[in-house]
């Protein structure tokens, strides 16, 4: 297993394989590029003008937020990190509560390309089968070494906990959501990414991406750290 960005229980450091350009940032508006040296090594949601939510395996120093392009190399927004919060639950080797609360050095510019997302009531549960959306600039093919410069997107599903932890041979938490399975995957690169349902008619950021399989094989899903479960740790990061 790896984690998506370059370990062995694998975090998702590689492009969305099977995934599609984006033209625009209108689709997925909440994505960010985290950086260091100006070199994208994982990806991340903005949920408010002051905070971005990520992975807690891809905590960095000297990290900068760059948003709203298609093309991480070229922001339209850079914000530097004021601090880089990890859930005090995250398991290294387990990948449980792998949580990340950011906050920006100043406040993001929200219009069309930059807008925060919704996150999700405590404890809402989305079933098997439910439609998501992933994204990020992780590889898009497993095993390879080169990330797209361009932002990837794809439409996949959920799938459920017990499906997951018979396909990965490994226990699925509640802190964790899997999805895939759909002919797409997370992969390295990919890590602290959104995973986003639409419910209503508002998109909610339901997880991190976190963890998979090694090279991002197609017939496993991949697993997001998922934020309904821990929502007051977010919301009292927030607030501080």
Partial sequence: MFAMTTCNFAA???RIINGEDATSMEATPWQVSLQRFGSHFCGGSLISDM?????CHCSQNYVTV??????YRYPAQQIPVDTFVCNPGYGR???D???AVIKLSGPATINKDVTPIALPPSGKEYPGGTAALISGWGLTVGG???LPTTLQYANTELVDADTCTTKMSKEITNRMQCAGLAGNSACNGD???PLAVQDNGVWYLIGNTSFGINNCPLNYPAVWSKNSAVIEWINGEMAK
């Fill in 66 to 71: 760059n948003m709203g392009s298609i093309d």
């Fill in 51 to 55: 905070f971005v939510m990520s992975a």
């Fill in 12 to 14: 998702a450091n590689e």
């Fill in 144 to 146: 390879g070494n080169t």
């Fill in 191 to 193: 890590s602290g990414g």
């Fill in 97 to 99: 509560y792998d949580y």
């Fill in 93 to 95: 080797f387990t990948f």
